[in-house]
Nanobody, 126 residues
Framework: QVQLVESGGGLVQAGDSLRLSCAAS????????MGWFRQAPGNVREFVAG????????DYAESVKGRFTISRDNAKNTLYLQMNNLKPEDTAIYYC???????????????????WGQGTQVTVSS
């Protein structure tokens, strides 16, 4: 049973930084692409960033490129999202997600994530 548990959210001011973490369990973490999504009130859930199983490939939404960095520590079964220069429009619930199959890459993850965490709230005040 795949479990994903996010942490690190909070209330910050515009321009501040936060680092989110996602602890994964239930299968071999290092075999699966991972990613972050977010959902703001009244909006659909959107892709933020993805990383391949090895960590060698990453992908970002245009809105966060240059400000957010996704990374993973396969030895610790943990996914991270470093968020710098936060903006009020980054306010959302942030979710960790992964594919159903190890053969799924970031392309699949962006379109059909299979497993989700419970989310962590990020609020950026102006």
């Amino acid at each position: 049973q795949v479990q994903l548990v996010e942490s690190g959210g909070g209330l910050v001011q515009a321009g501040d930084s936060l680092r989110l973490s996602c602890a994964a369990s239930g299968r071999t973490f290092s075999s699966y692409a991972m990613g972050w999504f977010r959902q703001a009130p009244g909006n659909v859930r959107e892709f933020v960033a993805g990383i391949s199983a090895s960590g060698g490939s990453t992908d970002y939404a245009e809105s966060v490129k240059g400000r957010f960095t996704i990374s993973r520590d396969n030895a610790k079964n943990t996914l991270y999202l470093q968020m710098n220069n936060l903006k009020p429009e980054d306010t959302a619930i942030y979710y960790c997600a992964t594919n159903r199959l190890a053969s799924g890459d970031i392309y699949v993850l962006r379109r059909r994530p299979a497993y989700w965490g419970q989310g962590t709230q990020v609020t950026v005040s102006s």
